[in-house]
C-alpha cells in the first residue's frame, strides 16, 4: 500500500462523515465545493489498491442506507458484485452484505424491486452472516439478531422476534 492509497481512504472516510453531517439535500453524494467526487472516483479505480475503491462504494451504499435511499443503495450492492473479491476477508465487505440486507428488507416491505430474487439474496446473506457470528461473535452477533429480527418481522412472525 502507497502513502496516496492510505490518503484516498482517509479521504473516502472525510467524505463519508461531512455527508454524515451535512445538510438533507446533500447526503446523496460525496461531492462537495472542495471535493471532486468524480475526479476521486476515477482516480480510486485507476489505483493498485481496487480495496480502496471497494471501500468507497460501501461507504456510499451505507449513507444511501442511513438516508432512506433503500432502491439506490440495493442497486449500487449489486453493481459491486465484481469488486468482492477485493473486500473478501475485510470488516467492509461483512458491512457491505449487512446494508445490502436491510435495504433488501425496506424494498421487500414496499413491493419494490423483483422480490423473489431479493429474498434470496437475502437469504443468503443470512447465512453467511449466521457463519460469521459462529466464528466471531463479539463482531457479528448484533448484525445477526438485527437481520434475523426484521426478517421474522417481515414474515409477521413478531411472536419471535
Known amino acids: 500500500m502507497k502513502v496516496d492509497d492510505v490518503f484516498n481512504l ?13 445538510k438533507p439535500h446533500q447526503h446523496t453524494c460525496f461531492a462537495s465545493d472542495e471535493f471532486d467526487e468524480k ?10 489498491m481496487l480495496s ?5 462504494r460501501v461507504l456510499q451504499i451505507q449513507l444511501k442506507y442511513i438516508f432512506g435511499n433503500y432502491k439506490e443503495a440495493v442497486d449500487l450492492s449489486i453493481q459491486m458484485k465484481p469488486l468482492f473479491s477485493e473486500l473478501m476477508g475485510l470488516m467492509p465487505y ?8 436491510l435495504a433488501m428488507f425496506k424494498l421487500i ?3 419494490e424491486g423483483n422480490s423473489l430474487q431479493l429474498k434470496r439474496i437475502v437469504k443468503a ?9 459462529d466464528h466471531a461473535p463479539a463482531n457479528f452477533s448484533h448484525k445477526y439478531h438485527l437481520l434475523e429480527a426484521e426478517n421474522l418481522r417481515l414474515k409477521k ?3 419471535c422476534s
Open 10 to 22: 482517509i479521504q473516502a472516510v472525510k467524505q463519508y462523515i461531512l455527508c454524515l453531517k451535512s
Open 39 to 48: 475526479e476521486f472516483e476515477e482516480r480510486l479505480k485507476s489505483s493498485s
Open 52 to 56: 480502496i475503491y471497494a471501500v468507497y
Open 94 to 101: 461483512a458491512n457491505l452484505k449487512f446494508y445490502q440486507t
Open 109 to 111: 416491505e414496499q413491493n
Open 125 to 133: 446473506n443470512i447465512r453467511k452472516v449466521k457463519k460469521w457470528k
Open 157 to 159: 412472525e413478531i411472536y
